[in-house]
């Protein structure tokens, strides 16, 4: 057989092989993984085994593991504060899988109404949903039915383990028995469960966290604050349960807390997944503990009688609006500057209050934490406002910014660069075997038979490589195409002074600070020494004219930020 009559004859054979058998694109998958810490102590989880089984179920069935999203120690019951499943849903809504897999459904949410928004996240761009052990599916309507029915009842069981678990738990209440958790001044001791399945602790007197217990509500009898008394007791060397400095708000925690008089305060809050702490009992459980008590009633009334009276007096009424807290950095510490006020008394008998912007760290935990490192309010907001005009106004600085956004942006491709590079290798091995087919068919190494079938699978292959290959080109070219131009930058600054001198609220003003600015540092002089602009897609909706309307030529789809020294 000539060489051509063979070409043409497997010309053929492909081309009727592409119309007869479709080819379906191999399937991304996403697992998502979860245990919190609770469940990893006591009900045997393991994340990495969840990952193992879950893998392995993606190798047996022939589908692309995309990623693995992992929350470790984390509980179910918030959404926001799982970082792996927020990634998770982000990725989704840029389609970047299209099976999302799961230990269990629960793993999800466990709530019905989050695991129904999260699932329908999913639907929304056409990303099938699959829990490993309960056989769910989103793929058919039939298992979508099922899929509902199923979560319903898994919540129903849930709650009810829920009310049979908090019902015994009022009931040791009542009986004056330890339902919490950890506290400072008491080591929890193991105690027979007698027949019941959960495990259940006493209290024990810790005689060193005991004593600082102690010294805190003797210097608060003494006449001292809140933050004194942090001052005091970190400088002293004394620390918390899990061996950090005190607070402000955990000396009061200590002030308020009942245990310390041998009493059992249970059912505090309600609602406490949804509500947090904005639902307060009105009638919690206040019973006589079997627990030794660490302080003596009297000086627990005291203590107590101090607290009503101060809880009395009205807060102190202050102007100004202070928009670059947070934002505002101790060169210290780094921890979020804060307002901090100073009353000086004038030569005539007058009094004059100063604001400052101090350290967070220090003002919530006192000076063995962190020094002031205060900075006048009055100042630092008149400087950095001069800064962001200048910035509206200087058209070498503007230059200056735009070139160093646009080299930062065209950073940003190395990444993908680098992946698009990779899959282009396999491309070029890809049809590198192809070739390698023909040749052995050609010198009669292998079978006609043999030849379709290596084809078949390479062509699939080259297939998978170009459906990966498409987005990151458009990825590339997007980024070589989208810059920011010197007039937007002039438009975004001149418009934030426009819209910060309008802002009514104090809300108002710190979300447009908030917007542009993302750090202020000081230095060691407690000088503004840098202030820390973004600019991003937010940023440009919100200050150009156009907003979202803008040219492509200024899209940002990530944030980029720019470090302007002063």
């Given at each position: 057989?000539?060489?051509?009559?063979?070409?043409?004859?497997?010309?053929?054979?492909?081309?009727?092989?592409?119309?007869?058998?479709?080819?379906?694109?191999?399937?991304?998958?996403?697992?998502?993984?979860?245990?919190?810490?609770t469940?990893?102590?006591?009900?045997?989880?393991?994340?990495?085994?969840?990952?193992?089984?879950?893998?392995?179920?993606?190798?047996?069935?022939?589908?692309?593991?995309?990623?693995?999203?992992?929350?470790?120690?984390?509980?179910?019951?918030?959404?926001?504060?799982?970082?792996a499943?927020?990634?998770?849903?982000e990725?989704?809504?840029?389609?970047?899988f299209?099976?999302v897999?799961?230990?269990?459904a629960?793993?999800?949410?466990?709530?019905?109404?989050?695991?129904?928004?999260?699932?329908?996240?999913?639907d929304?761009?056409?990303?099938?949903?699959?829990?490993?052990?309960?056989?769910?599916?989103?793929?058919?309507?039939?298992?979508?039915?099922?899929?509902?029915?199923?979560?319903?009842?898994?919540?129903?069981?849930?709650?009810?383990?829920?009310?049979?678990?908090?019902?015994?738990?009022?009931?040791?209440?009542?009986?004056?028995?330890?339902?919490?958790?950890?506290?400072?001044?008491?080591?929890?001791?193991?105690?027979?469960?007698?027949g019941?399945?959960?495990?259940?602790t006493?209290?024990v007197?810790?005689?060193?966290?005991?004593?600082?217990?102690?010294?805190?509500?003797e210097l608060?009898?003494?006449?001292?604050?809140?933050?004194?008394?942090?001052n005091?007791?970190n400088?002293?060397?004394?620390?918390?349960?899990?061996?950090?400095?005190?607070?402000?708000?955990?000396?009061?925690t200590?002030?308020?807390?009942?245990?310390?008089?041998?009493?059992?305060?249970?059912?505090?809050?309600?609602?406490?997944?949804?509500?947090?702490?904005?639902?307060?009992?009105?009638?919690?459980?206040?019973?006589?503990?079997?627990?030794?008590?660490?302080?003596?009633?009297?000086?627990?009334?005291?203590a107590?009688?101090?607290?009503?009276?101060?809880?009395?007096k009205?807060?102190?009424?202050?102007?100004?609006?202070?928009?670059?807290?947070?934002?505002m950095?101790c060169?210290k510490?780094?921890?979020?500057?804060?307002?901090?006020?100073?009353?000086?008394?004038?030569?005539?008998?007058?009094r004059?209050?100063?604001?400052?912007?101090?350290?967070?760290?220090?003002?919530?935990?006192?000076?063995s934490?962190?020094?002031?490192n205060?900075?006048?309010?009055?100042?630092?907001?008149?400087?950095?406002?001069?800064r962001?005009?200048?910035?509206?106004?200087?058209?070498?600085?503007?230059?200056e910014?735009?070139?160093?956004?646009?080299?930062?942006?065209?950073?940003?491709?190395?990444?993908?660069?680098?992946?698009?590079?990779?899959?282009q290798?396999?491309?070029?091995?890809?049809?590198?075997k192809?070739?390698k087919?023909?040749?052995?068919?050609?010198?009669?190494?292998?079978?006609?038979?043999?030849?379709q079938?290596?084809?078949?699978?390479v062509?699939?292959?080259i297939?998978q490589?170009?459906?990966?290959?498409?987005p990151?080109?458009?990825?590339?070219?997007?980024?070589?195409?989208?810059?920011?131009?010197?007039?937007?930058?002039?438009?975004?600054?001149?418009?934030?002074?426009?819209?910060?001198k309008?802002?009514?609220?104090?809300?108002?003003?710190?979300?447009?600070?908030?917007?542009?600015?993302?750090?202020i540092?000081?230095?060691?002089?407690?000088?503004?020494?840098?202030?820390?602009i973004?600019?991003?897609?937010?940023?440009?909706?919100?200050?150009?004219?156009?907003?979202a309307?803008?040219?492509?030529?200024?899209?940002l789809?990530?944030?980029?930020?720019?470090?302007?020294?002063?």
């Amino acid at each position: 057989m000539s060489a051509m009559m063979m070409q043409q004859e497997l010309n053929q054979f492909l081309n009727n092989k592409k119309h007869s058998i479709p080819t379906t694109p191999i399937k991304r998958v996403a697992i998502y993984a979860r245990v919190s810490t609770t469940e990893q102590a006591e009900e045997g989880y393991s994340i990495d085994e969840q990952q193992r089984l879950l893998t392995e179920w993606c190798d047996k069935n022939g589908y692309i593991l995309h990623e693995v999203y992992a929350d470790r120690g984390i509980s179910g019951k918030s959404i926001k504060k799982r970082p792996a499943l927020v990634k998770l849903l982000e990725d989704a809504e840029n389609k970047k899988f299209d099976v999302v897999l799961v230990w269990k459904a629960n793993r999800l949410a466990r709530n019905i109404l989050d695991l129904l928004k999260i699932v329908e996240v999913f639907d929304q761009n056409y990303i099938s949903f699959r829990s490993y052990t309960e056989n769910h599916e989103t793929e058919t309507s039939q298992g979508k039915l099922q899929f509902h029915m199923l979560a319903a009842i898994d919540e129903f069981e849930r709650n009810t383990i829920s009310e049979n678990l908090k019902m015994g738990m009022l009931a040791r209440a009542r009986e004056g028995k330890w339902n919490g958790g950890i506290v400072l001044g008491y080591d929890l001791e193991d105690v027979s469960n007698q027949g019941d399945k959960r495990k259940h602790t006493r209290l024990v007197i810790n005689e060193k966290e005991a004593k600082t217990v102690r010294r805190i509500f003797e210097l608060y009898i003494a006449g001292n604050g809140y933050k004194a008394i942090a001052n005091r007791v970190n400088k002293e060397g004394h620390l918390g349960k899990r061996g950090k400095p005190f607070s402000i708000s955990t000396i009061k925690t200590i002030l308020e807390n009942p245990v310390y008089v041998g009493m059992i305060r249970y059912d505090v809050r309600r609602n406490w997944t949804d509500k947090r702490r904005g639902d307060i009992n009105p009638t919690p459980i206040l019973q006589q503990g079997v627990h030794e008590p660490i302080l003596s009633q009297q000086d627990w009334e005291k203590a107590q009688l101090i607290l009503k009276q101060r809880s009395n007096k009205p807060n102190r009424v202050h102007g100004g609006t202070f928009p670059f807290t947070g934002v505002m950095k101790c060169p210290k510490c780094g921890s979020g500057m804060v307002v901090m006020r100073t009353v000086n008394k004038l030569k005539d008998g007058t009094r004059k209050t100063l604001e400052y912007y101090a350290c967070g760290a220090w003002k919530n935990q006192g000076t063995s934490v962190c020094p002031s490192n205060a900075i006048r309010a009055d100042k630092a907001e008149t400087y950095i406002f001069e800064r962001l005009q200048a910035l509206a106004t200087n058209k070498q600085l503007i230059k200056e910014v735009a070139e160093r956004v646009n080299g930062k942006r065209s950073n940003h491709d190395e990444p993908l660069q680098h992946e698009h590079q990779a899959l282009q290798k396999e491309m070029e091995q890809a049809k590198r075997k192809k070739d390698k087919a023909m040749e052995l068919y050609e010198e009669d190494v292998i079978t006609k038979v043999d030849l379709q079938q290596r084809l078949i699978k390479v062509n699939e292959q080259i297939e998978q490589l170009e459906l990966r290959l498409q987005p990151i080109k458009l990825q590339l070219h997007s980024l070589k195409v989208h810059t920011i131009n010197e007039a937007t930058i002039q438009e975004v600054m001149a418009n934030f002074q426009k819209a910060f001198k309008k802002a009514m609220t104090q809300e108002q003003q710190k979300h447009l600070i908030t917007l542009i600015i993302k750090d202020i540092t000081l230095n060691e002089k407690r000088e503004v020494d840098s202030i820390q602009i973004q600019f991003n897609n937010s940023v440009l909706d919100y200050l150009t004219e156009h907003g979202a309307d803008r040219s492509l030529a200024d899209d940002l789809s990530a944030p980029f930020y720019v470090l302007i020294s002063v």
